[in-house]
DNA sequence: GCATCAATGTCGCCT
DNA sequence: AGGCGACGTTGATGC
């Protein structure tokens, strides 16, 4: 990894056109050519950058990165004050624990519990994808769940598809669909009642202590 | 900005679990106080981070992150094989040109001329959020635009919803959908055309040459 | 401060 | 390689 901080101005050109004027900053050049230009503050985003693959041509101060789809990074260097690289190898990477699949493991588990419904299956599957869940209700009558993280617009819409599909399948049919999530947007609430979607807020810490304390039974 | 090259392993707790090996990485700490742990490889997105407002405690070789929202990133320094802090005052900022604000703006200013259509509003409101442009056209007939970069099937889904609630309104009805953007995908013109949504491509330079043309005008 | 929406989104999975 | 969906999305804007 190469660490400059110079004094530099940038100009993007590709999806859109932006450009930096004079300043001090950090340009980042990491192992696998990515260029990232840093300013000394705004969360981890750069300014500007340019990511892999790509070509980094220096020549006079100036530093021309292009990349294959016609997008071009260009760093005028007005005076370097640090130049320095680094060997770091390959990373391990990053292990995760608490995304949307662990919300979705949970709900399954516990079904009953916290949606009142009865799992016959986990990734349902259809001609347009796999149903998260796919329950029946204390009436029998058959339930497709979406889990999200957020309930958006995007996740009603994404059940409606399904209850289309679902619903053509004389044995399944009637099918009911209920979006569940850690929190239901206003417009996707609205959305989902219009459709005839019930939508339910759940709380993923709840859920992991119902878990845990079931697991300390055993 | 300090930055420090340093053998690390890191570990956050927060809206999810997650946690690094230890490894040769770079931790960018900025002078808002906002934290960076980058790999030497992977665009420009941080494995793990931490943005102000923050408090940072650094002791016997452990960085501990802290957060109002309870989030606590901790990074253990095995190592630390350099620590450099740099002066860069503040930063002038990003300008940036052709986002879709701007395409929105220039139709807006110019719905007949580029569009053939006679702006009713920008931003009309609806249940579930603001169609772009409310136009008439030469016949009266309202006309719904969805404005894009790209125009995708997401628009055509965004710019259906719309309709369907505009067409609820006896006094707009019949209400009809165009979708415009600077390149519309071809499955998104399978949609629109399907769902009887015109759909028009414009180039965004044209757009801004008009605009350039008609201002020199006074 | 919350809700909403765009983004040079990025990233990972799957076909 | 392209489509699709999640993301600790981030960032900006309007209310």
Not at 71 to 88: F, G, H, N, Q
Not at 125 to 134: H, K, Q, Y
Not at 153 to 160: F, S, W, Y
Request: glycine share 8%; proline share 6%.
């Amino acid at each position: 990894m190469r660490l400059v901080i110079a004094h530099c101005s940038v100009q993007y050109t590709g999806r859109l056109s932006a450009q930096l004027p004079p300043a001090t900053r950090l340009v980042m050049v990491k192992a696998d050519g990515c260029v990232a230009v840093h300013a000394d503050g705004g969360a981890y985003k750069p300014l500007n950058w340019m990511n892999a693959p790509n070509r980094l041509v220096e020549a006079d101060g100036v530093w021309i990165v292009t990349n294959p789809k016609g997008e071009i990074l260009t760093i005028t260097m007005e005076e370097v004050i640090s130049d320095t690289a680094w060997e770091m190898g390959p990373d391990p990477g990053l292990q995760k624990d608490g995304v949307e699949a662990h919300l979705q493991a949970l709900l399954a588990a516990h079904c009953d519990q916290h949606l009142g419904l009865r799992l016959v299956r986990r990734e349902y599957p259809t001609d347009i994808g796999p149903v998260d869940l796919l329950c029946k209700g204390p009436d029998g009558v058959t339930i497709a769940v979406e889990v999200k993280r957020r309930g958006d617009i995007d996740g009603v819409e994404q059940l409606g598809r399904y209850l289309e599909f679902l619903n053509r399948d004389p044995l399944l049919r009637p099918v009911r669909g209920m979006l569940v999530a850690q929190s239901v947007r206003p417009q996707a609430r609205v959305l989902a009642t219009d459709r005839g979607i019930r939508w339910i807020e759940v709380d993923y810490d709840l859920l992991r202590g119902a878990e845990s304390r079931d697991l300390r039974l055993f």
